[in-house]
Every structure is written in structure tokens, then in C-alpha cells.
């Protein structure tokens, strides 16, 4: 898997988002941001970014944070295989610098990856293979 961000990456339709809201498979809360997560039986993880104008009142800092926030998944995708992931803002993000925006969700995106992961359709085919 490569580690760009194409739009195959992306939660992308209402549907995509939701199926993760209405029945994620585990919370993972922040200190100023919750983690929706839900398995999502492709060989690659996807995102999508719900930062409110009340959570973060100005626009620039709104995309300065979704810009971080895609890198930082970008840079951990590997670890976060099967899984399609709601990024929800709540007060005082706006306050993180780059830096703090990095480290916490470098924190998060290991805590997902030890997560028990979900039964990937090719590990699942391997697996009735050898039986």
C-alpha cells in the first residue's frame, strides 16, 4: 500500500459517514477531539473530518488543522489498515500548534492501531485456505 491520499482514502458520500456514526465499532477520545471508528473490510483505511465553526471559529485555522490532521493519517495509514475513521473537533483544537496536533494524533493513531483489527478479506481467504 502506498502512502498517498487519493480519494479512495476519503469518507466521502453522507452513506460513508453515516454508517460510521450510527454504529462505530469503538470511541477513542482526545483531549480536544473524538475518534469514531468503524471496520471497514478494505485493504486500506479511510478518513473523513467533521471540524465545526464551533469548535474552531475561524476558517483558516479550520484547514490549517484538516491539513494536519491528513498528514499525520497519511504517515500512519499502514498501521490503521481496515478501518474508516470520523475525526470530530471539539473546543480548544484551534489552541494546538502544529507540533501538539502531530503528537496527540500520532498518540490516538497508535492507540487505534492496537485495537484489534478487523479480518482483512485476504487474511480471511488465506486463512479458510489452509484449513
Known sequence: MSRDFGREKRLLTPSQFKAVFDSPSGKLPGRNVLLLVRENQLPHPRIGLVIGKKSVKLSVERNRIKRQLRETF?????????????????KGLAELD???????FAKLWRRLSRTPAPVQPQQAQS?????
Open 127 to 131: 486463512s479458510a485456505a489452509d484449513a
Open 74 to 90: 497519511r504517515l500512519h495509514q499502514m498501521e490503521l489498515t481496515g478501518w474508516d475513521i470520523v475525526v470530530i473537533s471539539r
Open 98 to 104: 502544529n507540533a501538539e496536533l502531530a503528537k496527540q
